[in-house]
């Protein structure tokens, strides 16, 4: 049974910094896209940033390019987002996903993902 639990969501400050976790059971870890995504109250569901734990390319959108950094450790069977310079705007429910057995593309969308996490909350606030 596929599961991804995410952990490291909490509130942080303007221009501070969150890790978010992302640990997954239940398939082989590897050589599968991996990704964060986000709704903020009223908006759909935005793609964050992609990773490939086959050879590690990864993809970010625009809004957090430079900012966020996509990470994954193959032996722990977890993928890390790494957010700094947050900004208001960020403030959104996160999940992590995954797509089995392929690479990833950035035209990817929240519906080629076939498993979901439950999400974890980030609030950015002064």
């Known amino acids: 049974q596929v599961q991804l639990a995410e952990s490291g969501g909490g509130s942080g400050q303007p221009g501070g910094s969150l890790r978010l976790s992302c640990a997954a059971s239940?398939?082989?870890?590897?050589?599968?896209?991996m990704g964060w995504f986000r709704r903020a109250p009223g908006k759909e569901r935005e793609g964050v940033a992609m990773?490939?734990?086959?050879?590690?390319?990864?993809y970010y959108a625009d809004s957090v390019k430079g900012r966020f950094t996509i990470s994954r450790d193959n032996v722990k069977n977890t993928v890390y987002l790494q957010m700094n310079s947050l900004k208001p705007e960020d403030t959104a429910m996160y999940y992590c996903?995954?797509?089995?057995?392929?690479?990833?593309?950035?035209?990817?969308?929240?519906?080629?993902?076939?498993?979901w996490g439950q999400g974890t909350q980030v609030t950015v606030s002064s």
């Open positions: 990773i490939y734990t086959g050879d590690g390319t990864t």
């Open positions: 996903a995954a797509r089995l057995g392929t690479g990833c593309s950035g035209e990817y969308g929240p519906q080629n993902f076939h498993y």
């Open positions: 239940g398939y082989s870890f590897s050589r599968n896209c």
